[in-house]
């Protein structure tokens, strides 16, 4: 059994690290987020989710999204470039590998699968994601959704590194194990699938497990407040833009969770634990990030 680090500011601040005076925005990563059809939340969440990364320290970040939804989501992106998808003529994702190689050109790292439905169309999409050569990959949601039905197997086919970011439910559906065999030894299984599938495992809980079969990463920060819809997103934005500058994509995950819960605990000394909403962490991950840097300053 490995042995748990547990991650602190101290971490998080290394991992961000300090910008350089001479900076510029390719030197903090392109991203991608690849999400939405007519049935997710809607324009704002998606561009709440493009912002999300932005705030978490992306260079730049493209929102790919079906072609059908994107005049709806277009007024609300401000920072963040848009990318089309073919559509199904239903909102949804239909798969054409000239355009998602169109979507993936220039890319340090990809987040796929928040709101894309599941299918064989969503499927394809996902194994073209694995495919391309040096892309870090994010994959949650509904990627997790179409490779718990096709089988874990896919994962193996990946030509880059790759985080998937599973709940206990989606994890069991990943492994077949019970949702209560996750919960009491998410730490093992989550090192075991991780060394299997050569994937770093972002297992997500009240205290959220990171590994990637060589290392253990505990992160205990978080309210109960983050038990709402949404809050996975806010996740996947600031990982996949940890993804795009940080050196170690597994620390990556590590700082994303730390973020994300520091974030949420702020939000929730502000709105109250119950009456917090995702945005509400998403809208404080600034502050997070300016107490790092004050951090490493010090």
């Given at each position: 059994?490995?042995?748990?680090?547990?991650?602190?500011?101290?971490?998080?601040?290394?991992?961000?690290?300090?910008?350089?005076?001479?900076?510029?925005?390719?030197?903090?990563?392109?991203?991608?987020?690849?999400?939405?059809?007519?049935?997710?939340?809607?324009?704002?969440?998606?561009?709440?989710?493009?912002?999300?990364?932005?705030?978490?320290?992306?260079?730049?970040?493209?929102?790919?999204?079906?072609?059908?939804?994107?005049?709806?989501?277009?007024?609300?992106?401000?920072?963040?470039?848009?990318?089309?998808?073919?559509?199904?003529?239903?909102?949804?994702?239909?798969?054409?590998?000239?355009?998602?190689?169109?979507?993936?050109?220039?890319?340090?790292?990809?987040?796929?699968?928040?709101?894309?439905?599941?299918?064989?169309?969503?499927?394809?999409?996902?194994?073209h994601v694995l495919s391309a050569e040096g892309l870090?990959?994010?994959?949650?949601?509904?990627?997790?959704?179409?490779?718990?039905?096709?089988?874990?197997?896919?994962?193996?086919?990946?030509?880059?590194?790759?985080?998937?970011?599973?709940?206990?439910?989606e994890f069991a559906r990943l492994t077949g194990r019970?949702?209560?065999?996750?919960?009491?030894?998410?730490?093992?299984?989550?090192?075991?699938?991780?060394?299997?599938?050569?994937?770093?495992?972002?297992?997500?809980?009240?205290?959220?497990?990171?590994?990637?079969?060589?290392?253990?990463?505990?992160?205990?920060?978080?309210?109960?407040?983050?038990?709402?819809?949404?809050?996975?997103?806010?996740?996947?934005?600031?990982?996949?833009?940890?993804?795009?500058?940080?050196?170690?994509?597994?620390?990556?995950?590590?700082?994303?969770?730390?973020?994300a819960g520091v974030a949420g605990e702020l939000a929730?000394?502000?709105?109250?634990?119950?009456?917090?909403?995702?945005?509400?962490?998403?809208?404080?991950?600034?502050?997070?990030?300016?107490?790092?840097?004050?951090?490493?300053?010090?």
């Amino acid at each position: 059994m490995l042995s748990a680090v547990k991650v602190d500011e101290a971490f998080a601040a290394r991992v961000l690290g300090i910008r350089a005076r001479e900076s510029h925005k390719g030197d903090f990563g392109y991203i991608g987020l690849i999400g939405g059809s007519r049935e997710y939340g809607g324009a704002v969440k998606l561009a709440n989710l493009a912002a999300t990364a932005m705030r978490s320290g992306a260079g730049v970040v493209r929102l790919i999204v079906p072609e059908g939804i994107a005049p709806a989501v277009a007024p609300y992106l401000m920072e963040s470039t848009l990318y089309t998808l073919t559509d199904d003529g239903s909102g949804r994702v239909k798969y054409d590998a000239e355009r998602v190689e169109g979507a993936l050109k220039g890319l340090r790292a990809v987040g796929a699968g928040m709101g894309l439905g599941v299918g064989e169309d969503v499927l394809a999409l996902v194994k073209h994601v694995l495919s391309a050569e040096g892309l870090r990959v994010v994959l949650d949601a509904d990627a997790l959704n179409v490779i718990a039905e096709a089988g874990a197997e896919i994962l193996k086919s990946a030509r880059g590194e790759t985080v998937i970011t599973p709940h206990p439910g989606e994890f069991a559906r990943l492994t077949g194990r019970k949702i209560a065999d996750i919960i009491s030894g998410g730490e093992e299984l989550a090192s075991e699938f991780a060394e299997k599938y050569g994937v770093t495992v972002l297992l997500k809980g009240a205290d959220t497990v990171i590994t990637d079969g060589k290392r253990l990463f505990v992160n205990g920060r978080g309210t109960p407040g983050m038990a709402t819809a949404g809050s996975g997103d806010v996740l996947a934005g600031i990982l996949t833009a940890a993804a795009g500058y940080a050196e170690d994509l597994t620390e990556a995950a590590a700082f994303a969770a730390y973020v994300a819960g520091v974030a949420g605990e702020l939000a929730a000394a502000n709105e109250g634990i119950a009456g917090m909403i995702a945005g509400d962490t998403a809208r404080n991950i600034s502050r997070v990030l300016k107490g790092l840097e004050e951090k490493l300053r010090s």
